[in-house]
Antibody, heavy 126, light 112 residues
Framework: QVQLVESGGGVVQPGGSLRLSCAAS????????MHWVRQAPGKGLEWVSF????????YYADSVKGRFTISRDNSKNTLYLQMNSLRAEDTAVYYC???????????????????WGQGTMVTVSS | DIVMTQSPDSLAVSLGERATINCKSS????????????LAWYQQKPGQPPKLLIY???TRESGVPDRFSGSGSGTDFTLTISSLQAEDVAVYYC????????FGQGTKLEIK
């Protein structure tokens, strides 16, 4: 079945780095754009980043721009999020999510988020 | 940025009764060339990831019970649960994907 499994979360000190991974299965990963979304404890959903199906057209939320880097390896069916210069306010569960429509060039043409992983917790604390 | 505002923040409804959640966008999310509103609704139960319920403002995702329906266009949208079931207790989020995605703050739905 269609599945996304995140990994790489943990506890890191402020200013530190972490790389999250999202392993995809059950669909043709290279045809679909992907998102990262985070949720701070007890809070709502915050979109983080998008990458087009082929690795082009990358977007970031202002809150992470310049610190986080999204990438993908279509040969490994895996999505990544490199997080640098981490801050306490980055503490959250991080979800990867698949878009609804294949081959979308932009966020709008890719549609809503139809499959989500279970999430991986990132805690930034000294 | 298009800001999404939901109302109410929380809602208590009796089993079998109708639940209505509203969502307003700060700018239109209607794309005139295809007459579609780029608006989705998600359900999130405790300890679980969000689940897509509705996209294009009114298209039900496969497998979603037909008691869930979405309506609206442009800037004003509504999610309706026609007959509340116990398993519908959750937080509901609207989201625009017209531009860089943005979620509403969430509406917590409980049983009265």
């Amino acid at each position: 079945q269609v599945q996304l499994v995140e990994s790489g979360g943990g506890v890191v000190q402020p200013g530190g780095s972490l790389r999250l991974s999202c392993a995809a299965s059950g669909f043709t990963f290279s045809n679909y754009g992907m998102h990262w979304v985070r949720q701070a404890p007890g809070k709502g959903l915050e979109w983080v980043s998008f990458i087009r199906y082929d690795g082009g057209n990358i977007y970031y939320a202002d809150s992470v721009k310049g610190r986080f880097t999204i990438s993908r390896d279509n040969s490994k069916n895996t999505l990544y999020l490199q997080m640098n210069s981490l801050r306490a306010e980055d503490t959250a569960v991080y979800y990867c999510a698949k878009v609804t429509f294949a081959s979308g060039d932009y966020v709008s043409s890719s549609g809503a988020f139809d499959i989500w992983g279970q999430g991986t917790m990132v805690t930034v604390s000294s | 940025d298009i800001v999404m505002t939901q109302s109410p923040d929380s809602l208590a409804v009796s089993l079998g009764e109708r639940a209505t959640i509203n969502c307003k966008s700060s700018q239109s999310v209607l794309y005139n060339s295809n007459n579609k509103s780029y608006l989705a609704w998600y359900q999130q139960k405790p300890g679980q990831p969000p689940k897509l319920l509705i996209y294009w403002a009114s298209t039900r995702e496969s497998g979603v019970p037909d008691r869930f329906s979405g309506s609206g266009s442009g800037t004003d949208f509504t999610l309706t649960i026609s007959s509340l079931q116990a398993e519908d207790v959750a937080v509901y989020y609207c989201q625009q994907y017209y531009t860089t995605p943005r979620f509403g703050q969430g509406t917590k739905l409980e049983i009265k």
